[in-house]
């Protein structure tokens, strides 16, 4: 795993963009979103299946915990001095995954370390969270997993 590195652009966020609120602000608006989304377990299914819940939150980071198929751990949600929010998996203890997220609309999208932040003319960011956190997607090519059929590596609600 590379250092902890986001990406190189400025994160974007919708109430930033719309109502001028200082960035710090909307990423904790974020962390507490995506916390908030766990806050009673929730069952997921897709390339991995299981159940994740909320361990705690506070103003700067939350910690989600899960139970999967694929082993079980934690997500850390923080607020990198960038004030892109850092979110890293580990599954048992191991540090697998880091991405970073923001907010530019109403899905959230997410990027690998050292990414450019960028996304093409009509495509779509490496990772996206839809606006009610029901279904989580990246492409599997730009965080290093891989080759499968599907270029996609991807989870839903189980109510989905």
């Known amino acids: 795993m590379i250092p902890s590195t986001p990406p190189t652009r400025a994160p974007y966020y ?15 608006s974020l962390i507490s979103t995506l916390a908030s989304w766990v806050r009673e377990p929730y ?27 694929q082993g079980d751990g934690h997500i850390d949600l923080s607020i990198d ?3 892109w929010v850092r979110a890293e998996l580990f599954i048992v203890g191991e540090l697998k995954f ?14 690998p370390d050292g990414a450019d932040g960028l996304t093409p003319p009509n495509d779509d960011p490496p990772g996206r ?3 009610r956190g029901r279904w989580l997607q ?11 059929a599907s270029i996609f590596w991807d989870v839903a609600d189980i109510w989905s």
Do not use: M
């Not at 919708?14 to 904790?28: F, K, M, Q, T, V």
């Not at 990246?138 to 499968?148: E, M, N, Q, V």
């Open 129 to 131: 969270i839809s606006k």
């Open 43 to 69: 069952e997921f299914r897709g390339h991995a299946n299981g159940r994740i819940w909320r361990q705690r939150v506070d103003k700067t980071s939350a910690r989600l915990l899960f139970v999967s198929d």
């Open 14 to 28: 919708i109430d930033n963009e719309s109502h001028g609120w200082p960035l710090e602000g909307c990423a904790r």
């Open 98 to 111: 880091r991405a970073w997220i923001d907010e530019p609309y109403e899905e959230k999208d997410f990027w």
């Open 138 to 148: 990246l492409r599997r090519k730009d965080f290093g997993l891989p080759p499968a």
């Open 81 to 83: 001095p960038s004030f």
